[in-house]
């Protein structure tokens, strides 16, 4: 019971990728559309079959702009138009500006709303995008031009590569039809060469692993392309600098772990580049971010003369467009948030694969017994030892040796855990004040690090973590943060779920929990009966079990009164299974005829047997690939209530 699936690692997409500015003209554009009673949807199709390029740019920047405003009414309209499919042949049009138009429009839709992918793969996106992404990868020629008076600006054609290929990332992550399709193009090599930041830029390289990563998951078409191409990838995990190399070398170690065949000959590498990212102080960075900010406020109150003479009428053409351009580029404080944003991505991913080297997909729950299992199993075909399928948890030999010495050498549990850690609330305050899409990033990363120490922690041995009063330590600090303040649900569920691995490991370490009272108790009481989330109130009712295994009788006691009335009360069946299973798991290495008899525990459990099997009828479908675990559970019962009979029966003839 509670296995630990292997986590995908999650593509997270930037919100407001193209950095685009709401235009005013634009949405005054389509208010005056609404006061002249025109539908902008209509105006913005109209505008698109117009053959003036100048009118189909105009639609294709009210579509940006009306993706970005976020009215699901209008974005829904445009899906159910046919749009989509006027605009996608703009990819490949002759026109640079109107393909670049065209790439950012489409590009934003799938980020702000990635349900749209189905549509845009219905209405033929992927021909002119795989068309125009291909003579890119024919000419060897191209690179990019970075404008220096603009900051390193990319040039439009180069920029419409970098939202193409946004554009197919995002596509082959939701679509699997648009990853088939992908597989045939043989672009795989074409792409390879811009993983080259020093000639394609950050931005685009980033981009490339970021789509070379969706594209390699559990693909074995891209795979043997990129077998082709290791000596690229491994030269990404020898970058060091700014944290935008962080991140790009950590997509390079993603990508490798992703193929089976590198991930295993080139392990050593993979971790070694982790290390190095997770080694980068997240919180010094984001504390840079908030001095940072307020030096430009600092800044910004000192009286600045402006000596130009010359007026905006003076202005020739070109300088006015050079000057519109320049106050659209990205202010400092927003270069400095996008590097923390990508040091925080390079971290998340970090975790994740982490996670997916330390996992076994391999284990499935098989229904041995099925449905109409027999009911009348006899004691001799109950194993209170291990009864719960949860014998091997303390395995050691998971992992093999070499990747067990590594994690320990290279302090990657330390690490995680540094990265777990809450930020001060001053610090959280100004950061949502500064940006919530850090604020974000930072959750997210806790998460991916929470659950990366769960799946470590399932995996090594105590000795391995560090010995079991470090354990302990961990035990005890997740605890006093999920009872503290309001409770986000995100991060609850994976630190209970940590908090649970950590007490399975600390199963022979009684000596550690004599100082365990009923208030101790009482708050996990409570944690069960005011959580909403199944998944958080099984946790707690696993983490019971454990501790009734741990504790003195008068509060095995309580554990055991508790659990049976939490399993009477609850509504989810996969909750009851897992509550049920920590009760028998309780009884495998003590004896306690005393209470069996006067908790009258096999009448009682014999009551919660029906309910649990009615709502085992009733949840069925709902449970899917978890209802042989449960089924497991039912039959064990039957056998578990046999053991109490028996066992009480003994204890009445003795007395």
């Known amino acids: 019971m509670g296995k630990t699936r292997k986590n995908r690692i999650r593509h997270i997409a930037n919100s407001n990728p193209l950095g685009l500015n709401i235009i005013p003209v634009l949405l005054d554009g389509n208010q005056d559309s609404l006061d002249n009673g025109l539908d902008p949807v209509e105006t913005m199709r109209d505008q698109l079959l117009n053959v003036n390029v100048e009118e189909k740019l105009n639609a294709l920047q009210s579509l940006a702009v009306m993706v970005q405003s976020g009215k699901k009414d209008k974005l829904t309209a445009i899906c159910q138009n046919d749009i989509i499919r006027i605009a996608a042949p703009y990819l490949f049009d002759r026109d640079q500006p109107l393909r670049n138009a065209a790439a950012g429009a489409l590009r934003n839709f799938t980020v702000c709303m990635p349900e749209v992918c189905d549509v845009f793969v219905e209405q033929d996106v992927l021909t002119p995008l795989l068309a125009l992404l291909n003579?890119?990868?024919?000419?060897?020629?191209w690179t990019p031009t970075f404008d220096a008076a603009l900051d390193g600006q990319l040039d439009v054609r180069s920029d419409t590569f970098l939202q193409a290929i946004n554009l197919l990332w995002n596509l082959c992550e939701s679509s699997m039809t648009a990853l088939d399709t992908f597989n045939q193009s043989q672009l795989i090599g074409g792409l390879i060469r811009c993983l080259d930041h020093s000639v394609f830029g950050l931005d685009i390289a980033v981009s490339v692993a970021?789509?070379?990563?969706?594209?390699?998951?559990?693909?074995?078409?891209?795979?043997?392309?990129?077998?082709?191409?290791?000596?690229?990838?491994?030269?990404?995990?020898?970058l060091n600098g700014v944290c935008g190399h962080h991140y790009l070398r950590t997509l390079g170690a993603a990508i490798l772990s992703n193929v089976p065949a590198?991930?295993?000959?080139?392990?050593?590498?993979?971790?070694?580049?982790?290390?190095?990212?997770?080694?980068?102080?997240?919180?010094?960075?984001?504390?840079?971010v908030l001095n940072a900010r307020v030096e430009n406020e600092r800044n910004e109150c000192?009286?600045?003369?402006?000596?130009?003479?010359?007026?905006?009428?003076?202005?020739?053409?070109?300088?006015?467009?050079?000057?519109?351009?320049?106050?659209?580029?990205?202010?400092?404080?927003?270069?400095?948030?996008?590097?923390?944003?990508?040091?925080?991505?390079?971290?998340?991913?970090?975790?994740?694969?982490?996670?997916?080297?330390v996992s076994n997909d391999d284990d499935e729950w098989v229904d041995?017994?099925?449905?109409?299992?027999?009911?009348?199993?006899?004691?001799?075909?109950?194993?209170?030892?291990?009864?719960?399928?949860?014998?091997?948890?303390?395995?050691e030999d998971k992992l093999p040796a070499e990747l067990i010495e590594m994690i320990k050498n290279l302090g990657i549990v330390q690490k995680l855990?540094?990265?777990?850690?809450?930020?001060?609330?001053?610090?959280?305050?100004?950061?949502?004040?500064?940006?919530?899409?850090?604020?974000?990033?930072?959750?997210?990363?806790?998460?991916?690090?929470?659950?990366?120490?769960?799946?470590?922690?399932?995996?090594?041995?105590?000795?391995?973590?560090?010995?079991?009063?470090?354990?302990?330590?961990?035990?005890?600090?997740?605890?006093?943060?999920?009872?503290?303040?309001?409770?986000?649900?995100?991060?609850?569920?994976?630190?209970?779920?940590l908090m649970r691995a950590a007490l399975e490991r600390l199963k022979t370490n009684k000596e550690l929990f004599s100082q365990m009272a009923d208030n101790d108790l009482e708050l996990i009481f409570n944690g069960?009966?005011?959580?909403?989330?199944?998944?958080?109130?099984?946790?707690?009712?696993?983490?019971?079990?454990?501790?009734?295994?741990?504790?003195?009788?008068t509060l095995v006691r309580t554990i055991i009164t508790f659990i049976i009335e939490a399993c009477i009360e609850e509504d989810d069946v996969w909750t009851i299974s897992e509550a049920l299973d920590a009760l028998m798991d309780m009884f495998g290495d003590n004896d306690w005829p005393t209470m069996i008899v006067e908790l009258n525990l096999p009448e009682v459990l014999k009551k919660l047997e029906k309910m649990f099997k009615n709502k085992l009828r009733q949840q069925r479908?709902?449970?899917?690939?978890?209802?042989?675990?449960?089924?497991?559970?039912?039959?064990?019962l039957t056998r578990f209530i046999r053991y109490m009979e028996i066992e009480a029966d003994k204890y009445t003839k003795s007395g």
């Not at 000959?265 to 982790?274: F, H, P, Q």
Request: negative net charge; glycine residues 4%.
């Open 417 to 497: 855990w540094h990265k777990a850690q809450v930020l001060p609330d001053n610090v959280v305050q100004t950061l949502r004040e500064v940006s919530v899409e850090l604020i974000m990033k930072v959750k997210n990363l806790r998460i991916s690090s929470l659950l990366c120490l769960q799946n470590l922690c399932n995996a090594l041995s105590p000795d391995d973590m560090g010995g079991p009063k470090a354990i302990y330590d961990v035990w005890v600090e997740l605890g006093q943060l999920v009872f503290k303040g309001p409770q986000d649900v995100a991060v609850m569920e994976p630190a209970t779920s």
């Open 302 to 357: 000192v009286p600045v003369l402006d000596i130009n003479m010359e007026t905006e009428e003076d202005e020739s053409e070109e300088a006015a467009a050079l000057r519109r351009r320049r106050l659209e580029l990205p202010t400092t404080a927003e270069i400095a948030i996008k590097e923390v944003a990508n040091l925080l991505d390079a971290h998340r991913v970090a975790a994740e694969i982490i996670t997916n080297l």
């Open 528 to 553: 069960v009966k005011n959580c909403s989330v199944a998944e958080i109130r099984a946790n707690w009712l696993r983490m019971l079990g454990t501790l009734g295994c741990l504790l003195s009788e």
């Open 262 to 288: 590198l991930s295993a000959a080139y392990s050593s590498n993979i971790l070694n580049s982790l290390a190095q990212t997770l080694a980068v102080d997240h919180q010094e960075a984001l504390s840079n």
């Open 368 to 395: 041995s017994e099925g449905e109409d299992a027999s009911e009348s199993e006899g004691i001799l075909d109950y194993d209170i030892s291990n009864a719960n399928g949860n014998e091997d948890i303390h395995d």
């Open 621 to 636: 479908r709902e449970l899917k690939d978890r209802y042989p675990a449960v089924q497991t559970v039912r039959t064990n």
């Open 210 to 238: 970021q789509c070379l990563l969706v594209v390699s998951e559990n693909n074995q078409k891209v795979w043997n392309a990129l077998t082709q191409h290791v000596h690229a990838l491994l030269i990404l995990l020898e």
């Open 135 to 141: 003579e890119y990868a024919q000419d060897a020629q």
